[in-house]
């Protein structure tokens, strides 16, 4: 008799509760063993990985993906390289698990602290990119966590293919195998039982479109770490040195398009827009990239420009469009992206420092940014090693998600035989 998805993710749940336990008790040298295990098992699979990649490409072409999530699902030999340094920096990283702080003596006696601890078992969703399995992988095991991953149906093939080394890495280092379980179904009631097991799942985190987040938010019985979308900003104001803002500018939205930390949103201080709007305009063109602009935009630019609807404002293209507003100064940039933006990810460029240090206080982000592209917002470039996402949440963790985002803390006390009068 076949099993029922309940039972199975039953099943699934169970084991990574018991492999969690194993996990809070596991050494740093256990942890990075396995974590050493799982690279050169990844090492040793990288033509079956990319050949499995090659599989749900070549579907993914026959049901027409988006661009987007064709460049998101893509494996090629130097992202594979990439996946493996990654791996790399997350063994070197520091292990923050057993770290002890704030002790501090009561007048009772007793000392009291913080311990760092695991979360137990995260539970992920995530759409198209096969290297957020390993990255996900690598940042639970090191940080004392089980971890249930469930991608999606496009990249099933790949998915599977590197589970399958990870598993291998695991059990050559006599680390529990269900310390990391890929969802083996596509089937989107897995999804269902994995957000509603509190019992098994302490924490969800979904990584995907819009709608998914969504669903998982509107659903899940378990804590959630997420965020909706990516509608970053670029703000070149009235001080900012052009040379830096043309590249930036650039940059931030064409390095690559399907990515949350792409610039969705150019804003431009009216004392520079005449000057600046036409150059960067001109880069873009090379690119390709349709313009949305203001009416101040079009004016400038030409009527060849797409007029910006209200819509326009709150989208988070993934594409080669962007919207272009020029702005009165540093108040109505601010509030703008306050009212428009998805929280994660928003840069000032400007020589005043002034300026540049309200912006910082004022911008309510996850990520906010001094002259610097907003492609900058990622744990491998913070030195996380990597990420097991980005949070625009204030609660818990914000930003993207590393080792620490995946722990908690809990208080100890060292006494000697104190009692409470």
């Known amino acids: 008799m076949q099993e029922s998805i309940e039972q199975y993710m039953q099943t699934v749940g169970q084991q990574a509760r018991t492999a969690s336990r194993v996990l809070a008790g596991a050494s740093t040298q256990t942890k990075n063993n396995a974590l ?12 079956a ?26 494996l090629t030999p130097t992202r594979f390289k990439g996946m493996l340094q990654g791996l790399k920096d997350v063994i070197a990283l520091t292990d923050p698990i057993g770290e002890i702080t704030d002790m501090a003596f009561r007048p009772t006696g007793i000392q009291l602290g913080k311990m760092r601890v695991p979360l137990g078992v995260v539970g992920m969703i995530y759409e198209s990119r096969p290297n957020v399995t390993l990255e996900a992988a690598s940042l639970a095991l090191k940080s004392g966590n089980a971890i249930i991953l469930r991608g999606g149906s496009e990249a099933l093939e790949s998915n599977q293919a590197i589970a399958a080394a990870i598993q291998h890495g695991l059990t050559a280092a006599g680390v529990p195998e269900h310390a990391v379980q890929v969802l083996n179904t596509p089937d989107r009631a897995a999804v269902g039982q994995l957000i509603t097991m509190p019992e098994y799942v302490d924490v969800i985190v979904p990584r995907g479109g819009k709608g998914l987040i969504e669903r998982i938010t509107n659903e899940a019985r378990v804590p959630v770490i997420k965020h909706l979308d990516g509608n970053c900003h670029v703000f070149v104001e009235a001080q900012a040195d052009l040379q830096k803002a043309l590249p930036i500018a650039l940059n931030a ?36 990239v349709e313009l949305r602009g203001c009416a101040e935009t079009q004016r400038i630019l030409g009527e060849s420009i797409v007029p910006a609807t209200e819509e326009d404002w709150y989208t988070e293209y993934l594409g080669p469009i962007l919207a272009v507003k020029v702005v009165t100064g540093l108040d109505e940039a601010i509030e703008h992206i306050n009212k428009y933006g998805s929280h994660h990810t928003d840069s ?16 309510d982000s996850s990520s906010v940014m ?43 006390v060292f006494g000697d035989g104190q009692i409470r009068q």
């Open 36 to 47: 050493s295990a799982i690279y050169t098992a990844l090492q040793n699979s990288e033509t």
């Open 49 to 74: 990985i990319l050949a499995a990649n090659q599989v749900d490409m070549t579907k993914a072409h026959n049901n027409n993906l988006d661009s987007a999530l064709l460049d998101r699902l893509e």
């Open 253 to 288: 939205k064409t390095h690559r398009y399907g990515v949350c930390n792409a610039m969705e949103t150019l804003l431009v201080d009216e004392n520079v827009a005449e000057e600046f709007l036409p150059r960067i305009a001109e880069l873009y063109a090379e690119k390709k």
């Open 348 to 363: 000032i460029i400007t020589e005043n420092f002034s300026l540049a240090r309200q912006f910082l206080a004022r911008v």
């Open 370 to 412: 001094i002259n610097a592209s907003t492609r900058f917002a990622d744990g491998f470039e913070y030195g996380l090693g990597a990420e097991i996402g980005i949070s625009t949440d204030k609660i818990h963790a914000r930003g993207p998600v590393g080792l620490e985002g995946l722990t908690s803390q809990k208080w100890i």
